[in-house]
Nanobody, 123 residues
Framework: VQLQASGGGLVQAGGSLRLSCAASGRTFDNYVMGWFRQAPGKEREFVASINRSGVTTYYANSVKGRFTISRDNAENTQYLEMNSAKPEDTAVYYC?????????????????WGQGTLVTVSS
């Protein structure tokens, strides 16, 4: 499956941004979808994941209550709604697809990666 992330940009602290990830190539709803991020000088880390039906979600503690992951299987697209953005959210955000179970995904279980989209939160 090919993944194309978009929607990154510059946002002020406290602001909102919505990232999108469009999928093509194979059946989108066969995959658990997720988002990771990588800040400068840091390892890529898990942000959120969503199960195939869109009912079950998982979040990193650092974004819980501020970010919302969702998916539209009819449109083969997943989203990450970022609210109450903080400067520490600044990173390149990557979408990911996983054939296994939903949860707090590790990088090693991701089957497909999208290219990143840069989010910069100014203070």
């Amino acid at each position: 499956v090919q993944l194309q992330a978009s929607g990154g940009g510059l946002v002020q602290a406290g602001g909102s941004l919505r990232l999108s990830c469009a999928a093509s190539g194979r059946t989108f709803d066969n995959y658990v979808m997720g988002w990771f991020r990588q800040a400068p000088g840091k390892e890529r880390e898990f942000v959120a994941s969503i199960n195939r039906s869109g009912v079950t979600t998982y979040y990193a503690n650092s974004v819980k209550g501020r970010f919302t992951i969702s998916r539209d299987n009819a449109e083969n697209t997943q989203y990450l709604e970022m609210n109450s953005a903080k400067p520490e959210d600044t990173a390149v955000y990557y979408c990911a697809a996983h054939r296994g179970a939903v949860g707090a995904l590790s990088r090693s279980v991701v089957d497909y990666w999208g290219q990143g989209t840069l989010v910069t939160v100014s203070s």
